[in-house]
T-cell receptor
Framework: EAQVTQNPRYLITVTGKKLTVTCSQN?????MSWYRQDPGLGLRQIYY???????DKGDVPEGYKVSRKEKRNFPLILESPSPNQTSLYFC????????????FGDGTRLSIL | GQNIDQPTEMTATEGAIVQINCTYQ??????LFWYQQHAGEAPTFLSY????GLEEKGRFSSFLSRSKGYSYLLLKELQMKDSASYLC??????????FGQGTELSVKP
């Protein structure tokens, strides 16, 4: 089944404790992206990657890191999480960064205490 | 920079037609997407417009006017299951995506 898989789905952690949210897609998509969704602010793009070893900042990259060493994986790293990074996070992928629609993972709910 | 505006909430009656508007200001415009998102779920793709005009897909249609920076999503024969948030998003030529805040549609019996 074609899908985007995020892990974990839920996480409660404390300020400053490094964490990684994994994202994997099995559709051979070139484009991958991370978003956060907050009430009243909608979906905001954190980082995106047009292909392997290519990453670019979205609208809200501060406090996050990503890497794209393989086509299928695009992990989101929070080196030193803070409470303002408490949010619902979505990973998505598409065949390319042009006119192809995004396929979204099921989301990861992060709570930083 | 890029900016997208859409109404926060709309209410419509089952069986009716509803139009959800989206206005945008973007540099290097390279297409506009509409997504549907049910509460607690991931967004799912509805439509894509890059040229002016109307794209029809069953009960859903989407319109784009690039000169006016305007799009709308038209939902016909509304069903209760259409109650959801509808997200408008633009993509620039570098691949960056900007989403609007979403329009929460409530369909009443």
């Amino acid at each position: 089944e074609a899908q985007v898989t995020q892990n974990p789905r839920y996480l409660i952690t404390v300020t400053g404790k490094k964490l990684t949210v994994t994202c994997s897609q099995n559709m051979n998509h070139e484009y991958m992206s991370w978003y956060r969704q907050d009430p009243g602010l909608g979906l905001r793009q954190i980082y995106y990657s047009m292909n392997v070893e290519v990453t670019d900042k979205g609208d809200v990259p501060e406090g996050y890191k990503v890497s794209r060493k393989e086509k299928r994986n695009f992990p989101l790293i929070l080196e030193s999480p803070s409470p303002n990074q408490t949010s619902l996070y979505f990973c998505a992928s598409s065949f390319d960064g042009d006119n192809q629609p995004q396929h979204f993972g099921d989301g990861t709910r992060l709570s930083i205490l | 920079g890029q900016n997208i505006d859409q109404p926060t909430e709309m209410t419509a009656t089952e069986g009716a037609i509803v139009q959800i508007n989206c206005t945008y200001q973007t540099s290097g415009f390279n297409g506009l997407f509409w997504y549907q998102q049910h509460a607690g779920e991931a967004p799912t793709f509805l439509s894509y417009n890059v040229l002016d005009g109307l794209e029809e897909k069953g009960r859903f249609s989407s319109f784009l006017s690039r000169s006016k920076g305007y799009s709308y999503l038209l939902l016909k024969e509304l069903q209760m299951k259409d109650s959801a948030s509808y997200l408008c998003a633009t993509r620039d030529q570098g691949g960056k995506l900007i989403f609007g805040q979403g329009t929460e549609l409530s369909v009443k019996p």
